[in-house]
């Protein structure tokens, strides 16, 4: 899956419009209509996941950031004393 973050954002667009009318090609609206909610819940769903990767990723970042400046504080009393 990394090789989808190198394509070029022109071909990307290109790739899925054809598969997108490949696809479709034989479907009924109904059936579309289906096969594209289902694609979306997807969609959303991995974007749901990403975003929760990122929050929790931040978090620790902070933590950590926390526990630098928390620890240069401890020092910075210590040569003050």
């Keep these: 899956m990394s090789n989808f973050s190198s394509i ?3 071909t990307l667009v290109l790739i899925t419009s054809l598969l997108s009318v490949l696809i479709s090609q034989n479907l009924s609206t109904d059936e579309l209509n289906v096969l594209g909610n ?22 620790e970042e902070l933590k950590n950031q926390i526990a630098d400046m928390e620890q240069q504080l401890k020092n910075l009393k210590r040569q003050l004393c």
């Design 8 to 10: 070029n954002p022109d």
């Design 38 to 59: 289902v694609i979306t819940q997807i969609g959303a769903s991995l974007l749901t996941k990403a975003a929760q990767q990122d929050s929790l990723q931040s978090k």
